[in-house]
């Protein structure tokens, strides 16, 4: 379009294909008013109607359990919280270059979780007695460290364990992960599977989260959540950098565990953390 014919277009008030080009409108791609089929609220489709206000949703034996386990953690255990940054550039590193190939050797997913999860029970042989329960007259530190890990389904929370995961290489974690997933997910688990759990883990950074405050799994210890991995502006040698930070948060028992114990620990695990790079090895 020549500039004569520009200027008239622009005085009547119409805007030239070449403005449209150079100024793009975003629009969004995601987004709930978006959606033709939007996802079912939860207990929507287990609701029974009463009356014209009111929709019951009755409580099945596993809530049930779960409510019950809960409100025991609140009422006896003296919850403590605490939490700590971490920088995982390194560890973002190394997983996008080894993921690809961990998904033809092995067919499932590595995710970042099994790193974690590593990280958590190296920190732990350090201090066992973040691997305790408390027994009134004495407290219990269990020699082996089985990870419950909690797993969302569609009605439930369960808490599948990954046994000796202290013997375990980042990819043998990261199959047993992928393993009591799919379990869990298919109704398949087993009450083996759920048993003789020392210390939970939770990813509430699959959900975007950034900070938590978790109950702990009666009659555990302690419990920490994996935060949400999100790029942060940090000091690194006098000098601003994008990283890739998270949150660990901590809730423990403070009958056992005090501050300089949960501080100490997760420095640890933060060390841990931080000390993996692209040459790391996974099994």
């Not at 990813?203 to 302690?222: E, K, V």
């Not at 790029?231 to 809730?251: F, Q, T």
Request: net charge negative; hydrophobic share 40%.
């Amino acid at each position: 379009m020549s500039l004569e014919k520009e200027r008239e277009h622009m005085e009547k008030g119409e805007t030239s294909h070449t403005e449209l080009k150079e100024k793009p409108v975003h629009v969004r791609s995601t987004g709930i008013h978006l959606s033709d089929n939007p996802p079912t609220p939860f207990g929507q489709t287990e609701a029974e109607t009463v009356g014209e206000a009111e929709d019951f949703i009755k409580v099945t034996p596993v809530r049930h359990t779960i409510a019950m386990r809960t409100l025991q953690s609140v009422r006896e255990i003296p919850h403590a919280l605490t939490s700590i940054e971490t920088d995982v550039t390194d560890l973002v590193k190394l997983r996008t270059k080894v993921k690809d190939e961990f998904m033809r050797r092995e067919g499932v997913n590595l995710t970042y979780l099994a790193f974690f999860i590593q990280a958590v029970v190296s920190a732990i042989k350090d201090y066992p007695v973040m691997n305790s329960v408390w027994a009134v007259d004495k407290i219990i530190m269990k020699r082996n460290v089985h990870i419950s890990l909690l797993i969302g389904t569609e009605d439930s929370v369960l808490a599948p364990v990954i046994k000796f995961a202290d013997q375990k290489s980042v990819s043998g974690i990261a199959l047993e992960i992928a393993s009591l997933t799919q379990k869990a997910r298919t109704g398949r688990l087993t009450l083996d599977d759920m048993q003789d759990g020392t210390f939970t883990i939770n990813n509430t950074g699959a959900f975007g989260s950034i900070l938590s405050s978790p109950t702990i799994n009666y009659p555990q210890a302690a419990i920490l959540t994996i935060e949400s991995i999100v790029k942060r502006p940090r000091v690194v040698d006098e000098m601003i950098a994008v990283r890739s930070m998270a949150n660990l948060c901590l809730s423990s028992d403070n009958r056992i565990l005090e501050g300089r114990v949960t501080g100490q620990f997760l420095h640890r695990v933060k060390e841990n953390l931080e000390a993996f790079h692209p040459e790391s090895q996974i099994y």
